[in-house]
T-cell receptor, first 116, second 114 residues
Framework: DTGVSQNPRHKITKRGQNVTFRCDPISEHNRLYWYRQTLGQGPEFLTY????????KSRLLSDRFSAERPKGSFSTLEIQRTEQGDSAMYLC??????????????FGPGTRLTVL | AQRVTQPEKLLSVFKGAPVELKCNYSYSGSPELFWYVQYSRQRLQLLLRHISRESIKGFTADLNKGETSFHLKKPFAQEEDSAMYYC????????????????FGRGTQLTVWP
């Protein structure tokens, strides 16, 4: 499977614990995005990277959230001191990036986080 | 402010009937509009984008800048069209390139009955 992959697919944790998710984009895609989706809503943008540079962060991304893409390939999203309100599906997407024209985002299967 | 509105949370039609999923948007610049689809137990995937003016799986969508709408249409719905459909918007930067983030509507669950 050469699509975007995410691990783990499911994560159950207790309130106050830290969690980390990983996203592996499509090979040679320069851009990588993180979204969060709660029940009954569409995905909401969190942040995105162009190569290793984090270019934009949403106000949804509180101080407890941090994302990295150290070598411009895979990315990690860490949530510290999880809260029940963090329970959601976390989606990763990648796109070729740069240049002219439409830049299509391809989504991974998501990581479902449940905070007890 | 950027916003994508999908007024129908649920939509049901019978097989062979026409279907229209509504999408309205607000955006201060020049937008790019997309329709994404998510079939049961599958990942979100692009269905079509306005700039391509293409028909995918019999679906079409026309960008109406006057009404700020991008409704998705299909003349004859099929059972396999049952899925969650999301309308999404992105900005366009210099040289016509797509800006980063996508703004999504809340989605419309389409059910096509046999």
């Amino acid at each position: 499977d050469t699509g975007v992959s995410q691990n783990p697919r499911h994560k159950i944790t207790k309130r106050g614990q830290n969690v980390t998710f990983r996203c592996d984009p499509i090979s040679e895609h320069n851009r990588l995005y993180w979204y969060r989706q709660t029940l009954g809503q569409g995905p909401e943008f969190l942040t995105y990277f162009q190569n290793e540079a984090q270019l934009e962060k949403s106000r949804l991304l509180s101080d407890r959230f941090s994302a990295e893409r150290p070598k411009g390939s895979f990315s990690t999203l860490e949530i510290q001191r999880t809260e029940q309100g963090d329970s959601a599906m976390y989606l990763c997407a990648s796109s070729p990036g740069g240049g002219r024209g439409t830049d299509t985002q391809y989504f991974g299967p998501g990581t479902r986080l449940t905070v007890l | 402010a950027q916003r994508v509105t999908q007024p129908e949370k649920l939509l049901s039609v019978f097989k062979g009937a026409p279907v229209e999923l509504k999408c309205n948007y607000s955006y201060s610049g020049s937008p790019e509009l997309f329709w994404y689809v998510q079939y049961s137990r599958q990942r979100l995937q692009l269905l079509l984008r306005h700039i391509s003016r293409e028909s995918i799986k019999g679906f079409t969508a026309d960008l109406n800048k006057g009404e700020t709408s991008f409704h998705l249409k299909k003349p004859f719905a099929q059972e396999e069209d049952s899925a969650m459909y999301y309308c999404a918007l992105s900005g366009r930067g210099g040289r016509g390139s797509t800006l980063g983030r996508l703004y999504f509507g809340r989605g419309t669950q389409l059910t096509v009955w046999p």
